[in-house]
């Protein structure tokens, strides 16, 4: 297996993890740049999330056809943020489209909330493309001649997160609950669903870690978001001792072994989150999003972080 040769190290590529398994990455792991899942087996191909413009996908799906003749007959959406899902209809058009039984209902309140934000991106003509076939806890598919086990974690990354888990190579896909070499981002879900979820999948034992966005690894992966989110509850309590705002105490926080991460500022909506937490709120219950995405602006500088979909 040869990943899908790129003439440049920020392309598209596909990247081979075990038999018939492949990670599509799209470098370098920012904002609406997610990776995604193939596997191919002998009579159908399955993909775990897509892409978040029309231009992107064609991109994937050419990729896909590059390795096989086969067509896609399902997708899996891990959660129903924009970059892992409005390539739905133009990477797989005549795919099932599987996800948690959330999923949809997000995907339709979010409906293109992205675009708003970031304008001057070419989205191309998105139609959205919903999940045909929905669950609620477990499931499992058949790919590339074995099982993959999905399964919802509870509320961490999002409210309707799933993890794809193949048992016979331990090769594992964790959607956005974990970010590799960019900063965590869990103010559409839970700080605490978000550890829990993460020590779970330590559990599984891991042989390769393909997180939302990044570059695949091993088990070290989730260890370092772990460490991260922790540091953000640590100074999400310090902050409340201190009587700061989270954008105050994101102001104040010396990055550290973080400071090389990507989308830094993603710093001040995780405070957020933690802050509603440590004050002894529902983990669980919704925050004030838009103020803490204003904060993320105003810790970027006043300016809307680039986004390069």
């Not at 806890?137 to 193949?166: K, Q």
């Not at 779970?200 to 042989?207: G, K, S």
Request: charged share 20%; glycine share 8%.
């Amino acid at each position: 297996m040869s990943p899908t040769p790129s003439r440049r190290s920020d392309e598209p590529r596909l990247v081979p993890l075990a038999e018939g398994c492949w990670a599509y990455l799209q470098p370098d792991g920012g904002w609406c740049l997610n990776n995604c899942g193939v596997y191919v087996g002998d009579e159908a191909v399955t993909l775990i999330d897509t892409t978040a413009t029309v231009a992107r996908a064609r991109a994937l799906r050419t990729a896909v056809a590059r390795l096989t003749s086969l067509p896609v007959t399902t997708v899996i959406n891990t959660h129903h943020h924009a970059d892992h899902t409005f390539g739905n209809r133009t990477a797989a058009p005549e795919a099932t489209v599987v996800a948690h039984r959330a999923t949809p209902g997000a995907m339709a309140e979010a409906a293109f909330m992205v675009q708003e934000v970031w304008p001057e991106v070419d989205w191309g003509e998105i139609v959205p493309k919903p999940a045909d076939h929905v669950y609620d806890d477990r499931m499992t598919l058949p790919a590339a001649g074995r099982p993959l086990h999905l399964h919802h974690p509870g509320i961490a990354h999002t409210d309707n997160d799933t993890v794809v888990w193949d048992p016979e190579t331990r090769v594992l896909f964790t959607g956005d609950i974990c970010f590799s070499g960019a900063t965590p981002y869990c103010v559409d879900g839970s700080l605490t669903g978000t550890l829990d979820a993460l020590r779970a999948m330590t559990r599984l034992d891991p042989a390769v870690v393909v997180a939302g966005h990044g570059p695949p690894g091993g088990p070290e992966i989730l260890h370092r978001d772990i460490a991260y989110l922790e540091s953000v509850r640590e100074g999400a309590r310090r902050g409340l001792a201190a009587g700061r705002t989270p954008l105050e105490q994101a102001r104040a926080t010396d990055p550290g072994p973080y400071a090389n991460l990507l989308n830094p500022e993603r710093l001040v909506a995780n405070l957020h989150r933690a802050y509603a937490e440590e004050a002894g709120g529902d983990p669980y219950a919704p925050i004030d999003v838009p103020q803490a995405l204003r904060d993320v602006v105003a810790l970027a500088g006043g300016r809307t972080p680039p986004c390069h979909a």
